[in-house]
């Protein structure tokens, strides 16, 4: 039989992305319209395990679509991954009667969701929400599209400064595992090279590259690195191997850091995540458990959490073929 679904609980997990806010929104609003109390679960499931929650109705969302970070904090919990963490969450969740949650997060934060639903048969449904767009099952997760915007006004603004002085600049950006944020900035800002974890592009390629840009007449290079990038040097290292190797540049290198996971959400994160709440919180209350919500071809589908962990988002190859063409 099916169980009715009265509470339902909604936490973000893992690192932050813009978008999260407009997500938590739209799970309370929905549970709301369906008649369902909804409580917030505070900093991920370290929250869950400490038993901090709040009960969350259509006003308490108001007014945070637009702000970048999430109103419930996150945490990237070690306790969880122990089976006395997740016990005590559980109990917790009961002594509380939430008898459901959804997840906004990554792929960690759904493996935990998955076991969790296996040991306590309890419903759970996830959101993708991460700069990195490293989920399988969602053509875009929630915050990367905001990322990609920041991302290309900051290369730009970094262009200006490298063509006043002629110089070549490596810009390391987020992307641990992947390098969606790299490849579409590097197109998008008109990089010279594009070094992503997907491909080792080499250092004797890459110092070809920059010596036929140079060679070009150009007056500034832009090579934009992925943090996960493969080379087997880090941005720093690419400097001065540059230095040692090729005297016409003047080198200098740019972290991005944490500035790419802030910042209001752009309409197209924010439109993402409410239909995601939407279809996360329906779904869970159709009796549907232990999926992700997604975007594909512009419809919210759900793919089960292990296919959403185990498999993989690949790079888009003909974007890297765009790039080369571009930066003749
Ligand atoms: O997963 C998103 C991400 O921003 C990665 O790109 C980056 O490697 C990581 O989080 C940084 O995590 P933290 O904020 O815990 O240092």
Do not use: W
Not at 74 to 92: L, N
Not at 108 to 120: I, L, R, Y
Not at 314 to 322: C, F, P, Y
């Amino acid at each position: 039989m099916l169980q009715t679904i009265k509470k339902i609980g909604v936490l973000t997990s893992g690192g932050d992305a813009p978008g999260m806010n407009a997500a938590i929104r739209s799970v309370v609003r929905t549970c709301a319209f369906h008649n369902k109390k909804c409580y917030g679960i505070y900093r991920g499931y370290e929250g869950m395990i400490d038993g901090d929650f709040i009960e969350m109705d259509a006003r308490s969302v108001k007014g945070i679509i637009n702000k970048g970070g999430t109103v419930l904090k996150s945490a990237r919990s070690k306790a969880f991954r122990t089976v006395e963490g997740r016990k005590k969450a559980y109990e917790q969740l009961r002594k509380a009667g939430i008898d459901a949650f959804v997840v906004i997060g990554g792929d960690g934060s759904f493996t935990g969701a998955m076991v969790f639903n296996k040991e306590f048969n309890f419903p759970v449904m996830g959101i993708p929400g991460t700069i990195d767009n490293d989920i399988f099952g969602t053509t875009h997760t929630l915050g990367y599209d905001t990322a990609l915007n920041t991302v290309v006004e900051v290369v730009d603004k970094i262009r200006d400064t490298a063509s006043s002085h002629n110089r070549l600049f490596f810009i390391e950006v987020m992307g641990r595992d992947v390098g969606h944020i790299a490849v579409n900035v590097g197109v998008g800002a008109g990089a010279e090279e594009i070094l992503i974890p997907e491909e080792d592009l080499g250092l004797d390629r890459l110092l070809e590259s920059l010596r036929r840009s140079k060679a070009s007449g150009k007056s500034s290079s832009i090579v934009i690195v992925a943090e996960g990038d493969k080379i087997g040097k880090n941005v720093f290292e690419l400097k001065d191997y540059v230095d040692e190797n090729m005297s016409e540049y003047e080198v200098r290198v740019s972290v991005l850091g944490h500035m790419q996971r802030g910042g209001s959400p752009s309409c197209f994160d924010r439109v993402l995540a409410s239909r995601m709440g939407v279809k996360a919180v329906e779904s869970l209350i159709t009796g549907k458990s232990n999926y992700m919500v997604g975007l594909k071809n512009d419809i919210m589908e759900l793919t089960p959490f292990d296919q959403a962990v185990k498999g993989k988002s690949k790079i888009n190859k003909e974007l890297l073929r765009v790039s080369d063409i571009m930066s003749i």
